[in-house]
């Protein structure tokens, strides 16, 4: 296994550059891949996999999978995309439990660290960290809408894991 090494980190000022990254995540993304989000509420994670999930062609509507865990969208062409959210999951044998095309999908988790080891030796982790702190954690302030969350810089550090990411550049 490589050592992890730093693909990307930049800042992000808005929401549309958000979605534009996701964008450019996608291309670069095939079945397989494992996609791990980090960040505190209203950092932009799922406006992340929105621009990706455009990007790929995915139907239905990218939304949040707080209360239900985990969506597939069918793509245009190419794998689908498994959009998981690990926020309320006490586990990580409850991310097991979902039954998750791991091998034929690009699965997307956010809120994953910790809950994804073992999973794959191959892993993309972004990080967004937002300058004023954020709503909170996992158990914080859910009373957040992360949509209302008004446009802010944040860093995002893409980070790769595993020989898949060789040469990878984004």
Sequence with gaps: MTEPRVLLDTTVSTT???????????????AGDLVVLTGPLGAGK?????GLGAALGAR????????????THPTTSGPDLVHVDAYRLSDPLELDDLDLDWDGS???VEWGRGFIDGISDDVL????VRA?????????????DPDDV????????????GSRWDGVRL
């Design 60 to 71: 239905g509507q990218v939304s949040s999978p707080t209360f239900v865990l985990a969506r």
């Design 46 to 50: 799922t406006t992340l996999t929105r």
């Design 106 to 108: 690009i699965v997307v």
């Design 150 to 161: 008004p446009d802010e810089p944040r860093r995002v550090i893409v980070t790769a894991t």
């Design 16 to 30: 549309e550059e958000m979605g534009r990254l996701g964008a450019r995540l996608a291309a670069v993304l095939r």
């Design 125 to 128: 982790d972004v990080e967004i």
């Design 132 to 144: 004023t702190g954020g709503a909170g954690e996992p158990g914080g302030d859910e009373d957040v």
